[in-house]
């Protein structure tokens, strides 16, 4: 991905976590009075981020009195830079804050609807739902009236286990999944079990956003790894697990949210391998597996892992059941045991009532058919938005499975200005910066195919160009 | 309550945080070298705690030579103490801990199960339920594909609303109001938004056990509030406000778990406003409401607060519908923004079916009804087990509401061994140490009456007390 200029507005998460970072190694002394800190470019290179992000850094701890300037010659640590004296003065920028950037856009009411990557609900067998429910209350009278217990109702991991082990070769057994409330509680919990403040975090870039506010929230220092359409550069990436020494490496690997990229199966063993090296855990979100337009997908890292690296998350809410909010974690027993204990004091469950129904319902023959028919009509939409956008001079690359198109558009293109013009016509997407953990990406987009009918979906698109040709001559 | 005396396994988290407390101001320059700290005494009636911890904080810090003694004359500040130089060393010992000590022994399995506060499914209508879930099918047939927004369902919102302005007189709209997975969750997301740590926290004493854990993993400076059978010493809390200026005050002032206390009318007008006056914030727990034995309760603190002070958290699932996990937190908007925002990173929304089936369930007349028999079963289990107790030497107040005894046991009783005995014939109580902020109340015991049966509940006491014989001559 090529990087934009920064600009103030975009730049500002990053800058602070370097920022963060300059000022905790002083605090802890190993950077004294008087010397010379790293050039910007080197920093720049470490962090693989623009020079412009750590010069703005350097910037404002010269102007807080803690590095002073020697003409020419770079930075040094300011003596009785008060560090040492009173540390709450300098808390950590980053930590506690609770930014959501995905879900203010999601806010925006619209007749197109292009930012949300959900599935239209007339894709699902909705007139079939309700006798899933009735046998689910024929078997389990009383499922209102009970609680499960906080890893998960044992039916439904116990079939889960198999269903996992028979899919993908999993060596599992059911104490080592946990049941969550859709993957964005899986995602907030495995944050809050393993990232401290100043913890190293590892994010695809671009990534999902929501992933980037909840490990920012934990104060933990992101660097971004490039994701391209043939994966990582993964000599980069072990170069960066030797300098950063990071917690753990969140990743999308297959039909990757925004790029609908796939990790190739080469790279995923080589992955798990470098990870259980460097002792990096590998957070694997999985959300779109069974959403594939040609042949189906590598298997998940998780399959590769021998070692107890890899955490693997699997969401069922995007293409079975937004409602029921039913996500599984797989893991071995040592961080697990944190998970459950943590799990218990954010929510004491997931609904017993959900897990029952989405049990009976996801292992039912009629879901497993449908899956194939919802294959076939999103392939038709994702195609049919791609000649739509074929009359622009926009570039991606064809997804093979996913709900999105990732998109890069003209540089020149006033995005703030495309996008607010948008809103005023009733079409959301998602502007690229907030995938981005470096917040640039400023000449992409986000566009799902996945939520309007065909009809909605080729007037937005149409509607959509029209904006942009306004904005763009 | 009446304090033991602590032993070294029970005072641990509470003298970790008045280690953490000294620690912190001598870190900050409040306490100087060479200056005298606050006498044991001092400190133990600061924090409404033994001289004991407050003596074994002592001890740890004189052995990190942070503090040393002059003989008879007290404590005073280390010089070099070392805390100026690296903060790293001195880590938060509170913070990060992800405890849950009630849900350990929710885990054990037993036929004689008094530990959890549940209700008793077979009290539920059961037959009922599958009618009111075809309703929400019927009338909303696309309810398991979609989303609910991260606030929660605008019906269901708009319902509340109105409950609450009819029932209680709360000045409210449904914009100040967020569903959330149950009661759990709602403390969960107020403690992360607001509680920073070496925030203080004031808890009622004994109180709620996860709320403990929940304010202790956010690093949170823990100030016990005594709660008698007439309330609290409003006298003694407001000294303890001025002193402590305190972030928030967790309670739960309608037939207290695990107490079953009732703060009287007076007391609640007076709280609202001193709390008001200190700025510090009522976070009002409300599960029991509905569970009243003899006349209403008391109107909840929200109704009596005009400034913002009271953030109010009702939780229906324990005697409605467990297996839907449905709660909700009123405040005002200022509050309401980050809850909201941190709700949309934990996740993303409480499931929208079971916001549409406690919708309807709530609201129906038949639930209403349904009300009424279940105060008079329980009330009939309630007595039932208070007439079995009547033969040992306990100590208890009869509540006028709730699920729970609380009851004083002779101090004689050795109590990690009746306890553990009792688990060896399948009964399992909650020790009273575990809802006490400071770990003492080891002659306490919470014993539930809502979930066993009549008959069961017989059996169960009726064991439980020989048990108690064998352990205690």
Redesign the interface.
């Known amino acids: 991905m090529k990087r934009g200029v920064l600009s103030n507005d975009h730049s500002d998460k990053l800058f602070e976590q370097i920022y963060d970072y300059v000022l905790e190694r002083i ?3 190993e950077w004294k009075e008087h010397e010379k800190l790293p050039s910007v470019r080197t920093l720049a290179l470490e962090f693989n981020v623009h020079r412009l992000t750590v010069f703005k850094a350097y910037q404002l701890l010269k102007q807080n009195q803690k590095v002073y300037v020697r003409d020419k010659s770079g930075y040094y640590v300011q003596p009785g830079h008060g560090l ?5 003065n300098d808390p950590i920028v980053s930590a ?1 804050v ?3 950037h995905l ?1 203010e856009i999601h806010q925006v009411q619209a007749t197109y609807q292009f930012s949300k990557a ?2 239209d ?4 067998p ?2 079939y ?2 006798e899933y ?2 046998k689910v ?1 024929d078997l389990y ?10 890893q998960g109702d044992q039916e439904l991991r116990d079939a889960l286990c198999d269903y996992f082990i028979n899919h993908y070769h999993f060596y599992l057994n059911p104490d080592e999944l946990l049941v969550t ?2 993957s ?2 899986a995602i ?1 919990i495995v944050a ?2 393993l990232i ?1 403040p100043r913890d190293v975090v590892f994010l695809e870039r671009p990534t999902y956003s ?1 992933a980037i ?2 490990f920012r ?1 934990q104060g933990a220092t992101i660097v971004p790894i490039e994701i391209e359409e043939d994966g990582y550069d993964l000599d980069q990436v072990e170069k960066l697990l030797q300098t950063h020494k990071p917690r753990l490496f969140y990743l999308n690997p297959t039909f990757q949210n925004p790029t609908g990229y796939t990790i190739p199966v080469e790279q995923r063993k080589r992955l798990v391998e470098l990870a259980a090296q460097y002792q990096c855990l590998l957070v694997e979100d999985d959300p779109y597996r069974d959403i594939y337009f040609g042949k189906k997908p590598p298997l998940p890292l998780f399959s590769y892992d021998t070692s107890g690296t890899v955490i693997y998350i699997r969401s069922f809410s995007k293409y079975i ?5 039913i996500a599984i974690v797989a893991c071995r027993p040592s961080v697990m045991n ?1 998970l459950v ?2 799990k ?11 897990q029952k ?1 989405f049990l009976h319902y996801f292992f039912s023959a009629r879901m497993q058919q449908h899956l194939e028919k919802l294959r076939i009509a999103l392939s038709i939409r994702k195609e049919m938005m791609e000649e739509e956008f074929s009359v622009t001079d926009w570039k991606w690359s064809s997804p093979a499975g996913g709900f999105n198109l990732w998109m890069m558009l003209p540089e020149s293109v006033p995005m703030d200005d495309f996008l607010s013009k948008s809103i005023e016509n009733s079409i959301t997407f998602v502007p690229g910066s907030i995938c981005d953990p470096l917040r640039e990406s400023k000449s992409w987009i986000r566009v799902c195919y996945s939520y309007l009918n065909e009809q909605k979906l080729r007037e937005g698109v149409q509607r959509l160009i029209s904006v942009y040709s306004s904005v763009h001559q």
């Not at 218990?344 to 959900?354: F, K």
């Open positions: 605090r802890r002394g040492s004296l009173d540390s709450r506690y609770q930014e959501s879900s959900l599935l609900p007339n894709l699902l909705n007139l739902f309700s429910v009735k209350f009278p009383k499922v209102l009236g009970t609680y499960s217990t906080i409330s859709g964005q509680e907030d809050r079990v401290k929501p506010d909840v929230r059941a937004p409602g029921l909010s944190l204990r943590a218990s004091l954010a929510d004491s469950g997931t609904p017993h009532l959900n129904i």
